[in-house]
């Protein structure tokens, strides 16, 4: 009876184990599918910004390194010596050519040129006098009553005296010339600098710096650098009857300063570096360029019409050259060599892989495999644009 239990129990014990084992292996199985189901219908489609391909209008430029040349400079220097009385303009002032910028002290000059005008008297008086017998003694010679020598002696006179009289009204003009020199005058138009000599000082002809320097900012050029393999595009715009408008911005390419047109090439290239001078002019009505001050130049070559463009965050450089995303009407995305065109800031475009309002990638691409669903951010059927 004892065995009998015993054998009960074990056989009892044997087939609980079974059932647990069962129970339990049942139960993971649901376990692992129920968490399969879960995780595949959690896991997210990747968000990602889209764009579609449009037709936009690319401008083809050229940037350029170029300073700012004024049109015209000039140093303001005295013509004659003296002392300087009077300073009539104010450092930085825009002047007209022919202003009065300072004064010498007239008074010796004004005596100069009084001294000339009476030796002019003077030499006129004797050579009126002369031409007088010359007359008389050309009447006597038809009378016979001088000798032709003394004709001929005073005919001479006449004319030493004509040469006196031509050479003392030429040191009165160069006495009045001198008193005029006395009025220092402005030869151009332009801005003037800061002056180097302060009333009372005794200024000279030979002062090398003069008494300020005038500079033409107003309009103004700007000179630049092109690659040499740009010169046969812009010789035919050129050539074209083609106006290329200039931008001339700040070092940083965040302030523009000034717009005009390009002007003209160099005759020949710098061998040294494979580039050629160039030149623009520019209006500089709010006068933020300055002489000298080094510039980025935009040139506008061009404008390609109605390219197809994306966003430039679109286009990917590979190891095959560059490529997009493009998203299919099933929301998945696949990779896409192009062959890009003219860009801008923003926009790149085309000419090849993309076809006119296909939508393509314009974040979230390094989180991409090819044939991955997406979803755009914000909006699940993006209109023409971006989408975030």
């Known amino acids: 009876m004892r065995w009998h239990a015993q054998r009960k129990y074990v056989i009892g014990a044997a087939v609980l184990a079974v059932v647990v084992i069962v129970v339990a292996s049942v139960i993971h199985s649901r376990m692992r599918s129920s968490a399969a189901q879960s995780f595949a219908g959690q896991h997210p489609k990747t968000t990602v910004g889209i764009a579609v391909a449009a037709r936009a209008d690319i401008p083809i430029t050229i940037d350029a390194l170029g300073t700012a040349t004024p049109l015209a400079t000039a140093v303001v220097r005295p013509q004659v010596s003296g002392i300087l009385t009077q300073v009539r303009f104010v450092e930085g002032q825009t002047v007209s050519q022919g202003d009065t910028l300072a004064v010498i002290d007239e008074r010796p000059f004004q005596l100069a040129l009084d001294q000339a ?9 004797q050579l009126e006098l002369a031409r007088a017998e010359l007359a008389r003694d050309q009447i006597l010679l038809k009378q016979d009553s001088i000798a032709q020598q003394d004709v001929d002696a005073q005919r001479a006179m006449v ?13 009165v003009g160069i006495a009045r010339l001198n008193l005029s020199y006395c009025n220092i005058t402005a030869p151009i138009s332009g801005q003037a600098g800061l002056r180097t000599v302060d009333p009372g000082n005794i200024v000279s002809t030979t002062d090398t710096t003069g008494i300020v320097t005038i500079t033409q900012v107003q309009p103004m050029d ?45 005759n020949q290239v710098d061998a040294q570096t494979g580039t050629v001078r160039a030149k623009a002019r520019v209006d500089n009505a709010a006068r933020l360029l300055f002489p000298g001050e080094f510039v980025n130049v935009r040139l506008l070559l061009d404008t390609l019409k109605g390219a197809v463009a994306v966003p430039s965050s679109a286009v990917h450089q590979g190891p095959q050259g560059d490529y997009v995303w493009i998203v299919s009407s099933d929301h998945t995305v696949h990779l896409r060599g192009v ?11 085309l000419e090849s892989g993309v076809a006119l309002g296909e939508q393509v990638v314009t974040e979230g691409s390094d989180r991409l495999t090819d044939g991955a669903s997406v979803q755009a951010a914000g909006a699940p059927h993006p209109r023409p644009g971006i989408s975030r």
Do not use: Y
Not at 159 to 171: C, I, M
């Open 222 to 266: 700007v000179a630049f650098t092109l690659p040499a393999d740009q010169i046969v595009a812009v010789q035919r715009r050129v050539t074209s009857g083609a106006q290329l408008a200039v931008t001339v911005m700040d070092r940083t390419l965040k302030t523009t300063l000034a717009h005009g047109t390009f002007s003209t090439l160099d």
């Open 339 to 349: 062959r890009r065109g003219p860009a801008t800031e923003s926009l790149i475009s």
């Open 117 to 125: 005008l009476g030796t002019l008297r003077r030499d006129e008086a």
């Open 159 to 171: 004319h030493q005296l004509e040469g006196t009289v031509v050479n003392d009204r030429a040191a």
